[in-house]
């Protein structure tokens, strides 16, 4: 019996290692800072394979426009891989509308179908984006 028991925890540690080699190991809390002439401010990624591809983009500079008093929109050079998508999002959200539509939400609210992509959260004033008019961003990992 004991050796049933040793077989089936050593299989278990099996399945756990290769499960965890497959997935990769997680990001750890990844940063960026986002600076344009109105300012900088720092936003945190969360962990899914499209800031993971994002990271491996960096540095960019992005021109990025005024869309419904709401969002600066900009396009990225690439495509990003799909995850899963929301509707809502708060003031700070970063996202992204379509693959390559890179998205900074200075206003809380909801878009239609098929929703954003999120990507991660300004930490601090996203207000320095609610200007009229489009602004050059450059987004760079943190040190």
């Given at each position: ?13 099996v399945?756990?290692?290769v499960?965890?080699g497959a997935?990769g ?7 960026i ?17 499209a800031?993971?591809f994002?990271?491996q983009?960096?540095p ?27 509707r809502?999002f708060?003031?700070?959200t ?15 609210g ?24 489009g602004?050059t ?7």
């Amino acid at each position: 019996m004991k050796a049933n028991g040793q077989s089936a925890g050593k299989v278990a540690f099996v399945t756990l290692a290769v499960t965890l080699g497959a997935v990769g190991p997680a990001m750890a809390q990844e940063r960026i800072v986002i600076s344009s002439g109105w300012g900088k401010v720092t936003a945190e990624l969360v962990d899914n394979a499209a800031t993971r591809f994002l990271i491996q983009m960096l540095p960019l500079t992005l021109e990025m426009r005024d869309h419904l008093r709401q969002e600066k929109t900009g396009n990225l050079p690439s495509p990003l891989p799909a995850v899963e998508r929301q509707r809502d999002f708060l003031t700070g959200t970063l996202g992204l509308w379509s693959a390559n539509h890179f998205v900074i939400y200075y206003r809380d609210g909801r878009v239609p179908e098929p929703g954003i992509v999120e990507l991660g959260r300004v930490i601090g004033d996203a207000g320095i984006f609610d200007r009229p008019g489009g602004v050059t961003v450059r987004i760079e990992r943190t040190p």
